[in-house]
């Protein structure tokens, strides 16, 4: 049987023997938001008293709102357990004897590039194509790291490793992904790479904020910042991509939490270093100014009292044929679709939203931001949109109206 979002959160919150009246206090939503929701007056809500709603109860967006952690072609290919065996892989740990490799495994320069291939795959939003090929890639990453244990075989098995984390938290698993990023650690490690090991605390903070763990998300994102920062004269384009992404993954926590300035703050010393960098293309993820621009459209519209207006202005600084890589695209480009709606644009969301599907049919599917701004559209369309709903139905958003 379906439930709604009203029914989630009540059974939430008496799970957790929490008041209404204290879930509205933890939460920053009224009272008789919470009230409506959960009597069934209201479908749904804004995105921004969603996320504070999850963060209260200690639960994932993905799970409040009923979307599917997976997509149906990923879940009936078999896919996603298949990565989840390969990430925890009981042969891969101490002690435990593992199977003997039938083939031999692929050289240092090879494997170097199946890892280049399966990164280019993943930021072009070929996910079900990652999701079949990735676990063997994880097998003969390991295996090559047995046989040849160089640092270039470890620097290529952390970015697998690193892409096994983004995928599982992209399809609703962030806990295989934490178990993945300690993976991603180790083999940074053995590459005797900072700045691999950087990313890899990066991608740490962006599990860790899908996990509903703001603090603790920023926190370590800061920390290693501080770590990395690089003597500004002396500076490789390499140091300063690393450290501005930390910059980025903890600028995004601080504004779910509110604090607007410090994570402005933080955008503004990554905008920096991405001037004085350039773009760069390192450790399987591009650094640039523009990037950073995109979000700074993010932050805007996070926190219990998004900023449409602010996130608005901030678009109008973005260059969209610069912007290299086309999930990046296509997820700044869903941010623009929220603030347009949020400002009353409707008809502007729902144009931008429906591009974003023509470019991206399956990346969008796995986005629970775009979801929830279309379960907003519907709940407040006036007469019935048959476009809206076309969409709706694609995204797997219940319209329950």
């Not at 997976?70 to 009981?90: N, S, Y």
């Not at 079900?128 to 990453?141: M, N, V």
């Not at 295989?176 to 790479?193: G, I």
């Amino acid at each position: 049987m379906n439930t709604s979002i009203g029914d989630r959160v009540r059974a939430l919150r008496e799970f957790r023997d929490v008041t209404q009246d204290e879930l509205a206090r933890r939460s920053g939503v009224s009272v008789d938001t919470i009230r409506k929701l959960e009597q069934g007056v209201r479908e749904s809500a804004r995105i921004n008293t969603l996320r504070g709603l999850a963060r209260a109860l200690d639960v994932q967006l993905e799970r409040l709102v009923g979307q599917p952690t997976v997509t149906r072609r990923l879940a009936d290919d078999g896919g996603l357990l298949a990565l989840r065996d390969a990430i925890q892989d009981p042969g891969s740990l101490p002690g435990v004897p593992g199977e003997d490799d039938l083939e031999d495994p692929p050289g240092p320069a090879e494997w170097a590039q199946q890892v280049r291939a399966s990164t280019a795959t993943y930021w072009s939003g070929g996910y079900s194509e990652l999701a079949a090929t990735l676990p063997g890639l994880l097998r003969d990453g390991r295996a090559a790291a047995r046989r040849h244990d160089s640092e270039s075989v470890w620097t290529h098995l952390a970015l697998a490793y690193q892409l096994a984390a983004s995928l599982s938290t992209q399809s609703g698993h962030p806990d295989w992904a934490y178990t993945a990023v300690e993976k991603q650690l180790a083999a940074a490690a053995r590459a005797s790479d900072p700045l691999l090991e950087g990313m890899g605390v990066s991608t740490l903070s962006w599990v860790l904020l899908r996990q509903g763990r703001w603090e603790q998300a920023r926190d370590i994102a800061e920390r290693k910042a501080d770590a990395l920062e690089p003597p500004r004269r002396r500076a490789t384009p390499d140091q300063l991509a690393v450290y501005g992404n930390l910059l980025i993954a903890a600028a995004t926590p601080a504004a779910r939490a509110d604090h607007h300035d410090d994570a402005m703050r933080l955008l503004r010393l990554a905008e920096s270093a991405a001037v004085q960098s350039g773009p760069v293309h390192a450790y399987g993820t591009v650094f640039s100014a523009t990037d950073v621009r995109t979000q700074q459209v993010n932050v805007a519209l996070a926190g219990t009292e998004g900023r449409p207006d602010a996130a608005l202005t901030a678009a109008a600084a973005v260059d969209l044929g610069s912007i290299s890589r086309p999930v990046h695209s296509a997820s700044y480009r869903v941010d623009v679709a929220q603030a347009r709606y949020q400002t009353g644009d409707n008809a502007g969301a729902l144009e931008l939203l429906l591009e974003v599907e023509a470019d991206q049919p399956e990346w969008i599917r796995f986005q629970t931001g775009a979801a929830a701004t279309v379960r907003e559209m519907l709940e407040a369309e006036r007469r019935r949109n048959s476009t809206l709903r076309g969409l709706a139905s694609r995204l797997g958003v219940d319209p329950a109206l």
